[in-house]
């Protein structure tokens, strides 16, 4: 193609325009740039091209490349984090007199069979053991202190200290267990069988799996046995010739031993009669971090850039995800050739009925409506691939939540709920702000701490979506609601630069790979060409998908080829020895979508005369 000299493409600007057309994949970006006259009835091609690239995710997996880097690192953090914990409480130990410093007499203690760790933890929660024994005690609780449920863990120690919470939270946990017990009991088991059966199997999530009940197994067989310890049941075991390792043991096991063990030993120990040192060293053997927060990392507004996006757990971001779903619906009368869209009252009729039920099938948005069946009246969503609509979620569940108090809150007081609970991280402080602040129960306050919320965020901010949901639920589609706030459209304001700078970090491997090669390519063509005065991209879907919605999209493409290899063998009983095109195989299931029938006259189609 014909290389625009720079000044060329100056003097050209004046009377045409250039533009860049980008297509992206996730391995590869075809460009074009044209110039075409203002009312785009002529133009030329100015030069074509692509670029390939290695995709950033593995081939086999479909995972990103640094996913094997990530998990190897959070593992060494891990081990890094354990060996940390353990040194600190070493140096606390030999500094208060509980090991010894001499490094052959902390050797000797820590080899000496006859005072194994977990026989010593049996004696020491009846009669006194040394001071160092006790020290080899609580290194040895360090050392494996016990799984710790999520929802425990994100309570951190409000569970232990709040006997109102904890009291909730022993319920909740219970009756989630005997919820699953009874499903396994109704099919025939004994509950002995139902637990073993529930300690053999994953359930729905970590808490409910083989972990969840495994422990259940083992407090029960602790109870059975008379053991108020883990250390005496394991060492019970131990002399029955049983394993002590391979257990499912909870953190609050440990907890509760640390406590028996050091209120027994500081009837014998003077050193341990110091309220502080206890304190430190059950803070180093059982502290754990809570999750960080990623509030930092929310984009802003892309019609208020001043302000970051809200999250999509806000019942206004609900709210216009449902108006703007309702502005884009379009009712298609087959084989007339007329669409619609949905009226105002047809979608305030919609809206409240999402404020109440979680989804709503097309099936029941067509009753709802009083719409003819599919075969008469087509949606484009569900024509789409829609499944359902979604309601307001956060309403939904928190009104569950709190069926005496939510609807006696102000919409103010709502949004400012929900806002808590997606700026407070941690479930303790929750918790203490909802008791304190809102004045909610023990009950009220666990149950909204523990809800999920949607993740995410939404693409607009509250106040945008503020400014905008009158004129939608006015009947206004959104780029007519756009208009109506004042929202200009075109390119945001800014500095002109020659070429492009280096994109930040979109925390997405995939993503990241793509802008760099876009960067790469737009600037090589203003380089070489000029600079474009319009820039139209297609983007491939599949770039910004998470790995669950790349298996969705792959398992459609093999139902698409099992669909397709079924067309291609009636085609060949069909016509024996001709190879049916792509057309041919498009006419059979469009044919068997149809139930054989023509959708613009009614008449049968026979598949004889289909080919």
Request: glycine content about 6%; overall charge positive.
């Amino acid at each position: 193609m014909r290389k625009i000299p720079r000044s060329t493409g100056n003097n050209l600007r004046k009377a045409m325009k250039i533009i860049l057309g980008l297509d992206m994949g996730t391995n590869s970006i075809g460009w074009a740039l044209i110039r075409q006259n203002d009312d785009e009835t002529e133009g030329e091609i100015i030069a074509t091209g692509s670029r390939l690239f290695q995709e950033a995710i593995t081939a086999k997996e479909r995972t990103p490349k640094n996913a094997a880097r990530r998990a190897a690192r959070m593992a060494r953090r891990i081990t890094a984090r354990r060996s940390a914990r353990k040194r600190a409480l070493f140096a606390l130990l030999v500094q208060n007199g509980m090991l010894p410093e001499d490094e052959a007499a902390r050797h000797a203690l820590f080899n000496d069979h006859a005072r194994h760790p977990i026989m010593l933890r049996a004696r020491a929660a009846t009669e006194p053991v040394t001071l160092q024994e006790f020290g080899r005690i609580l290194y040895h609780l360090a050392q494996r202190r016990g799984f710790k449920s999520n929802r425990k863990a994100q309570l951190g120690d409000l569970v232990k200290d709040d006997p109102d919470i904890a009291a909730v939270v022993a319920a909740e946990e219970a009756d989630r267990l005997r919820r699953r017990l009874e499903k396994l009991i109704a099919k025939g088991m004994s509950e002995d069988e139902a637990l073993a059966k529930l300690a053999g199997t994953a359930g729905d999530d970590e808490d409910d799996g083989p972990v969840k009940a495994g422990i259940s197994l083992l407090r029960r067989a602790m109870e059975t046995a008379g053991h108020e310890t883990l250390g005496e049941h394991l060492y019970a075991r131990m002399q029955k010739g049983e394993a002590a390792r391979k257990l499912h043991t909870d953190r609050a096991m440990y907890e509760e031993e640390f406590e028996r063990l050091w209120d027994e030993q500081a009837r014998h120990h003077d050193e341990l009669r110091n309220p502080a040192l206890r304190a430190k060293v059950r803070h180093t053997i059982f502290f754990q971090r809570p999750l960080r927060t990623q509030r930092d990392k929310v984009s802003k507004c892309t019609l208020e850039p001043r302000r970051k996006r809200a999250h999509r757990a806000h019942a206004i971001s609900h709210e216009f995800r449902i108006w703007q779903t309702l502005a884009n619906i379009r009712l298609d009368t087959v084989g007339a050739f007329e669409s619609r869209p949905l009226s105002l009252g047809e979608k305030r009729t919609i809206a409240e009925a999402l404020s109440q039920q979680r989804t709503m099938s097309w099936a029941s948005f067509r009753k709802l409506l009083k719409l003819p069946k599919r075969d008469v009246m087509t949606i484009n969503l569900e024509e789409g691939g829609a499944k359902d609509l979604v309601g307001n979620t956060t309403i939904i569940d928190l009104a569950n939540d709190l069926p005496d108090r939510w609807f006696s809150l102000s919409d103010a007081d709502q949004q400012s709920l929900v806002t808590e609970m997606t700026n407070i991280p941690q479930k303790d402080q929750l918790i203490k702000r909802l008791r304190s602040g809102w004045g909610f129960t023990p009950e009220e306050a666990y149950r909204v701490a523990v809800r999920d919320l949607d993740e995410g965020t939404a693409s607009l901010s509250i106040l945008a979506m503020t400014k905008l949901l009158p004129h939608l639920k006015a009947g206004l589609d959104y780029t007519g609601a756009k208009d109506a706030v004042g929202y200009a459209p075109g390119r945001r304001p800014g500095e002109l630069k020659d070429f492009l700078d280096l994109p930040p970090d979109y925390r997405n491997p995939v993503v990241n790979k793509v802008v760099h090669e876009v960067r790469r390519v737009i600037n090589a063509v203003i380089r070489t060409y000029s600079r474009p005065d319009i820039i139209r991209i297609e983007m491939a879907r599949d770039m910004k998908q998470n790995k669950k919605a790349k298996a969705k999209v792959q398992q459609q493409q093999k139902a698409n080829e099992r669909a397709n290899a079924e067309a291609a063998e009636v085609y060949q009983k069909q016509k024996p020895g001709k190879r049916a095109s792509h057309e041919d195989l498009l006419r059979y299931r469009l044919w068997q979508e149809c139930k054989g029938v023509c959708p613009y006259t009614g008449k049968a189609i026979p598949l004889a005369e289909l080919f």
